[in-house]
């Protein structure tokens, strides 16, 4: 069985300032990575994916996130985020046509 | 494309009534899966079709739940009867066969059981 772990439950960052949302997993096969974004009362929406080669991988809204097989990570990164990104971020992982799902990280921007 | 469809939006129902979702997956997507949000659980799989059949239903928490889906194009959730610990949100997500996995989901249906 696979499972998702996303430390971080809640990230308050100034707008404009960095940030980094952490998640790890454990699988014992191979893996597909995503991260998910979930807007208030909205579905989520696929914001990036990891599924072979280049291990550093980029949203069209800036958003990049690296595949570390040896950390088992695939933290998610901006340098510089905006109000429009307050939401909820879900990392999950791929296997058999099935995404297990982290139980999410909210980000909020301060102004 | 309209994306997945989902109705309806918000349901408030009495414990002991029968509940049906319903859920339009995206035109041409293989596979079909129930998902459930709740604060406490996160978000969990309920089951998966892929070309109308069921292969996956491990995550149906038990008998009072049931899907299906009749065809490419229609699926139902139905619990009954509903209980208060019923109340989530639950999602609908479609995927296209052969994408790694790349799930469109439904803007949910909110569930209050009281």
């Known amino acids: 069985a696979q499972s998702v772990t996303q430390l971080d439950s809640q990230v308050p960052v100034f707008e404009e300032a960095p940030v980094e949302l952490r998640c790890n997993y454990s699988s014992s096969v191979s893996v597909y990575l995503f991260w998910y974004v979930q807007y208030p009362n909205q579905g989520l929406q696929l914001l990036l994916k990891?599924?072979?080669?280049?291990?550093l991988v980029e949203s069209i809204n800036g958003f990049e996130a690296e595949f570390n097989k040896s950390q088992t990570s695939f933290h998610l990164r901006k340098p510089s985020v905006h109000i429009s990104d307050t939401a909820e971020y879900f990392c999950a992982v791929g296997v058999s046509e099935k995404l297990t799902f982290g139980t999410g990280t909210r980000l909020t921007i301060i102004p | 494309d309209a994306g997945v469809i989902q109705s309806p939006r918000h349901e408030v129902t009495e414990m002991g009534q029968e509940v049906t979702l319903r859920c339009k997956p995206i035109?041409?997507?293989?596979?079909l899966f129930w998902y459930r949000q709740t604060m406490m659980r996160g978000l969990e799989l309920l089951i998966y079709?892929?070309?109308?059949?069921?292969?996956?239903d491990s995550g149906m928490p038990e008998d009072r739940f049931s899907a299906k889906m009749p065809n490419a194009s229609f699926s139902t959730l139905k619990i009954q009867p509903s209980e208060p610990r019923d109340s989530a949100v639950y999602f609908c997500?479609?995927?296209?066969?052969?994408?790694?996995?790349?799930?469109?989901f439904g803007p949910g249906t909110r569930l209050t059981v009281t």
């Open positions: 035109s041409g997507h293989n596979s």
């Open positions: 079709f892929n070309n109308n059949v069921p292969i996956d």
């Open positions: 997500a479609s995927s296209p066969s052969g994408t790694s996995y790349e799930q469109y």
């Open positions: 990891y599924l072979s080669g280049s291990t």
